[in-house]
């Protein structure tokens, strides 16, 4: 198996974007049989047993478990506002979370590319979305950011 590099943070911010993301492809593993026979076991006991350490296991009525960050009583308390919410309600809480992700997206992108245009920071947005293909259309920027 081939050994990966370590690469500190700092070495990471000195890499272009685009050196950043060919070295994440480089380095994903398309299955878990790649992973380190040991690494993988520690990382799958701690999956099954932080869940439940932590109370974040939601046995559904079907018998399912759930492993979620939320913890089942306060699971149960926002699907009883949820539900009670209109439709038009919901897609308006949805569309101000989604316009929050973005925001702290490109926060968090200005944060660590200060030279970047705006365009390249749409750029990069839409890379993190979509990745690297779908950014190479990009014509446009909104100016809600």
Not at 73 to 97: F, K, N, P, W
Not at 117 to 122: F, R, W
Request: a negative charge; charged letters at 25%; hydrophobic letters at 40%.
């Amino acid at each position: 198996m081939e050994q990966l590099p370590k690469l500190s943070a700092a070495e990471m911010a000195q890499m272009t974007p685009d050196e950043r993301a060919m070295a994440i492809r480089k380095w994903q593993f398309q299955s878990l049989d790649q992973l380190d026979p040991t690494f993988r076991e520690r990382v799958e006991e701690a999956g099954r047993r932080l869940p439940e350490e932590r109370g974040l296991l939601d046995i559904e009525q079907a018998g399912h478990v759930r492993v979620t960050g939320t913890p089942p009583h306060v699971q149960r308390r926002l699907t009883a506002i949820y539900s009670a919410m209109t439709g038009a309600e919901r897609v308006a809480l949805a569309a101000d979370m989604a316009n929050e992700a973005k925001a702290i997206a490109v926060a968090g992108i200005r944060a660590r590319h200060h030279e970047l245009s705006d365009s390249q920071v749409a750029t990069e947005w839409i890379c993190l979305l979509h990745g690297d293909e779908p950014a190479d259309h990009v014509t446009w920027w909104s100016s809600k950011s």
